[in-house]
Structures are given as structure tokens and as C-alpha cells.
């Protein structure tokens, strides 16, 4: 990590979250060996426990933080029931953390589409193949649906199947942590009380 140049400086000086949000996975990807934008996704059932995974971030502004998945697993089902979702960033290699939960909305359709697009064609083919979060007989039943979507859409383009999309987490509320001797952490914590309210910026006890 040392011969990391850090570009958030003294990050508790931040009056925004997305800009230092930006700075941190910069160091992220400078730093990280795998994924830098790797991010545990928990969502809540129908009987109220939680569930979490790794999904991977694949964009933010300050509309919020997006991912993409089918809707038809279970996280799928779980957000578009309850709208509402919590993310966790910790890159390792630089000892920082990054919290976030807020209200979820689906990305527009030209949005999924674009996103879709530039994905390697095997993983487009898969998110046909793929009944994502449900029972699997064997190994040979997915090989054999990748074969059967493989054969149908063997020239031009694979259209995006419509039960498969992205979400945006709308924070409330974003915690950056960075550790620091003795367990004394620096913890900053910015919080609004709606999607579209003005941020306040909170100091925490490790």
C-alpha cells in the first residue's frame, strides 16, 4: 500500500459523499488485486430475514448506486417487494469500508440495454440459461440450456430478456470508515432524511 498515492487526504474534511465515494475507489482500483468494485448487497424476505451477496457495482452518480442482476433470484424478488437495500464496500488492501442503505428503484430500459450490450456474449447467453436462485437438477441442465439459448441466438444480436435489468440504491444514508490505530477508527457518516433531502455530515465514535 505504500507505493499507493492516496488521493482522498484527510477524507473527514469531505462535505459531499459521491465525490469522496470517487476518490476511494480510485485508490480501490489502484490497490485492490480483484474487483475493486465488488460490494455485499443485503436485501430482507418476506418473513423479515436478512440476506446478503456479492454483486458487483457497475456505476454511481449522485442518483445513486447501480448493479444489475435478474430479477427473478432472490434478490431480485426481495428488493422489488420491499424497494429498500443496504450495500457494504471494504477494500482490504487500504483498510476502509464504505456503508450505504436507501430505497431502490429499477434503471430505465435504455439504461439496462446499453449495459447489457457490452457484456461478453457467454454472460448474455447466461442470463438466458440462468433461473437464477432456483433448484438445479444437475451441471448438464444448465449446459444444456447455455447450448439451446447458444443455438437460438447463434447469429446477430442476443436481446436482453425482460426479466433481467439493473437496480439503483437511492441512499439515506452513506458511512465512509478508515481504520486507525488501537481501534480508534475514523468513522464519518452522511445522512438526509429523503433520496432527494440535503446531506448532513456526522462524525461517529469508533
Known sequence: MSEIELTSGDFTEESEPFTLFGKWLKDAEASEINDPTAVALATVDENGLPNVRMVLLKGYDEAGFV?????????????????????????????????????????????????????PRGSRIGAWASKQSRPLEG????????????????????????????????????????????????????????????????????
Open 67 to 119: 448493479f444489475y442482476t435478474n430479477f427473478e433470484s432472490q434478490k431480485g424478488r426481495e428488493i422489488l417487494a420491499r424497494k429498500k437495500a443496504a450495500m457494504c464496500f471494504h477494500w482490504k488492501s487500504l483498510r476502509r469500508q464504505v456503508r450505504l442503505r436507501g430505497e431502490v428503484e429499477v434503471v430505465t430500459d435504455a439504461e439496462a440495454d446499453a449495459y447489457y450490450a457490452t457484456r
Open 139 to 206: 451441471r448438464f441442465a444448465l449446459e444444456k440450456a447455455v447450448a439451446e439459448f447458444t443455438t437460438r441466438y447463434a447469429i446477430g444480436e442476443i436481446p436482453r430478456p425482460s426479466h433481467w435489468s439493473g437496480f439503483r440504491i437511492k441512499p439515506v444514508s452513506i458511512e465512509f470508515w478508515h481504520d486507525r490505530p488501537f481501534r480508534l477508527h475514523d468513522r464519518i457518516e452522511f445522512r438526509r432524511a429523503s433520496p432527494e433531502g440535503e446531506w448532513e455530515k456526522v462524525r461517529m465514535y469508533p
